[in-house]
């Protein structure tokens, strides 16, 4: 069974910057599509960034263009998303997800890490 762990969540203050890490426990997955996703308190889980295999090609939810970048270590499957610019409507729980099926959910998920940005 395959086991996503997330890292390097915490407490920044708005206008600063995490990165979060993302790395299979068990087993590489070096050809799976990797994402992040976030959910606040009383709202739906929203896509927030996803990147190909290879790492070519990415893709970010409208809320984050130009201020988060996802990337990824191939050889150690592990991905990371770059924050910069936080504010307070990032505040969130993220989450970490990998293998994207044909169907369009992900078929790996991580339990969450908390991001929280104080104005």
């Known amino acids: 069974q395959v086991q996503l762990v997330e890292s390097g969540g915490g407490l920044v203050q708005a206008g600063g910057s995490l990165r979060l890490s993302c790395a299979p426990n068990?087993?590489?997955?070096?050809?799976?599509?990797m994402g992040w996703f976030r959910q606040a308190p009383g709202k739906e889980r929203e896509f927030v960034a996803r990147?190909?295999?290879?790492?070519?090609?990415?893709y970010y939810g409208d809320s984050v263009k130009g201020r988060f970048t996802i990337s990824k270590d191939s050889a150690k499957s592990t991905v990371y998303l770059q924050m910069n610019s936080l504010n307070a409507e990032d505040t969130a729980v993220y989450y970490c997800?990998?293998?994207?099926?044909?169907?369009?959910?992900?078929?790996?998920w991580g339990q969450g890490i908390q991001v929280t940005v104080s104005s």
């Open positions: 068990g087993r590489t997955l070096s050809s799976c599509h």
């Open positions: 997800a990998a293998c994207l099926q044909s169907g369009g959910g992900f078929e790996y």
């Open positions: 990147i190909s295999w290879s790492g070519t090609y990415t």
